[in-house]
């Protein structure tokens, strides 16, 4: 097990989310920035399918009841294990009664904590992943006890890191491709989308980001239509929301945009105020 000390900011437990009910209304979920997820589990030597605890903005702190390997990818938030830092993206030996704790923000918004054979909640749906009104739980709380299995083998400390594509996080640069909708968008309107840097607004989290900028907009709302993790809509008040992970399964405003999976990845290690430019891909 590993009992919860503090929860930080919004910490919860994700994996690859839930396909194949969407025609019932629940939304894929999963984590939000699936490179550094599986990296956390490749280093583990870990399935890609075992979950993970997906951590923003850190602040949370674990104490460990059993021995395990650790991996930390994603977002750097100064990890120690009994208050010595720890390497991210390298396998960590933890020991019974052992503190992991996080602290200075260095980049990133979202780091993920592997361990050896994945967190062990409850499936709900195929899927471990939290989502309110569909798990008993959307976030971890103080107390809490996640349980892990115990394992002692040969799967040894590594010395070495993995090495992370910085532009990963640093890069304002989001590809995308046309969406449904954006034949419907005039050529000023077009060139907007694709010339303008774009402000993510204070309303951001695992559903959506809505950008601060204004595209004006006459395209009239369109029939609910199927809607997925990086579809971009175009609102009638001209404002642009790129949706996430925890996104509805249905939607009514002109999709013009779709990001590739990689590009929802960098928006998931983006937050409030930080920019992005579209990049077209034919």
Known sequence: MIKVLKSGFYTSVQDRGRKGFGSIGVPISGVMDSYSANIANSVLKNSLENAVL???FGGCEFEFTNETIICISGANFSAKINNEP???????????????????????????????GGFLTNSVLKSRSFYQNITEDFLIKKDDLLPIESYISDLRPLNAAVIIDELHFVSNKIGCYKGPEFDLLDEFQKKEIETHIFTISNDNNRMGCRLNEIVENKIPSILTSAVIPGTVQLTPSGKLIILMRDCQVTGGYPRVLQLTDSAINQMAQKTTNNLVKFILYD
């Open 86 to 116: 720890i390497t991210l993206n390298s396998r960590i030996k933890v020991n019974i009664n052992d503190v992991l704790s996080f602290g200075k923000i260095v980049f990133g918004v979202r780091c993920y904590l592997a361990v050896k």
């Open 54 to 56: 997906e951590i923003t």
